[in-house]
């Protein structure tokens, strides 16, 4: 039902939107100031007291995965969402790799042609039936390939599908949102949980219709298409996690297979 929905309406109830592209001196200076404070913090309280660290890191992981979602597309909002992102970029590098959190921008971390920690080539089978979130042309599969933006050789932690910006997403499965938010690497993205340990990850997105916390149904209308964040073209990066590990997202939706 959603497919015939007009793109005036579906972004008037937009949740988020593309970010408006601009710069501020003044804002980069907070945020920078704001993430040296939380490390400081950070290594003066493991250093004084030994007995809190675990709990520090239990309750910054709980904030940290429970995501912030904004309604409107101010300049504090973008503000605040630039900022938490620095703050778990922050985070992630003092305690390690948060358990759900997906690749950033695609891509994970180069290695000499091996797989790198948190994704996995091995064939994955699902119980579940999975929807495809977007009709279009399969550009880029799970693997091995050349970073379009960089040239070098990297794993690409998800399937690129071709679409124009402004094509309905659909959810993959039904769950419960975990996250949404923006980054430099992914743009607009949401995360949904579906139980299992499985969750699917959306990204590059024009507009979003869901926030954290949120429950849906499997074939819901959850985005638009777009090409915010590292991109060379409007598309959608579509992810499948199991337990925390990116696996190749044919496994649940063999339509997407080159």
């Known amino acids: 039902m959603w497919e015939n929905e007009t793109k005036q309406s579906q972004q008037a109830a937009a949740l988020f939107c593309r970010p408006v592209q601009e710069s501020s001196d003044a804002v980069l200076l907070v945020q920078s100031v704001l993430c040296l404070a939380a490390v400081i913090i950070c290594v003066a309280v493991r250093a004084m007291l030994p007995g809190a660290w675990q709990e520090l890191r239990t309750q910054g992981n709980a904030v940290l995965s429970s995501g912030i979602g904004f309604e409107e597309d101010t300049e504090f909002a973008r503000f605040a969402s630039a900022a938490f992102e620095q703050a778990e970029i922050a985070f992630e590098n003092t305690f390690g790799t948060l358990e759900e959190t997906p690749g950033i921008g695609g891509f994970g971390p180069e290695t ?6 948190g994704a996995s080539l091995e064939e994955v089978s699902f119980e579940q039936v999975f929807q495809i979130p977007l009709r279009g042309t399969v550009t880029s599969g799970f693997g091995f390939r050349e970073n379009p933006l ?31 938010g923006y980054s430099a690497g992914r743009g607009n993205y949401i995360v949904i949980r579906h139980g299992n340990g499985i969750q699917t ?3 590059h997105l024009e507009c979003g ?11 819901q209308l959850i985005a638009l298409s777009g090409q915010t964040g590292q991109v060379t073209g409007p598309h959608l990066h579509i992810e499948v996690l199991v337990d925390g590990i990116c696996v190749n997202p044919a496994c649940a939706l063999p339509e997407l297979s080159e």
């Open 112 to 117: 000499d042609g091996e797989v790198p920690e």
């Open 150 to 180: 960089t040239g070098k050789s990297e794993f690409h932690l998800g399937t690129d599908i071709a679409a124009s910006a402004g094509t309905p997403v659909a959810a993959a499965l039904s769950g419960q949102v975990c996250r949404t």
């Open 201 to 203: 990850l959306y990204q």
């Open 209 to 219: 219709f869901v926030r954290a916390g949120e429950v849906i149904a499997s074939g």
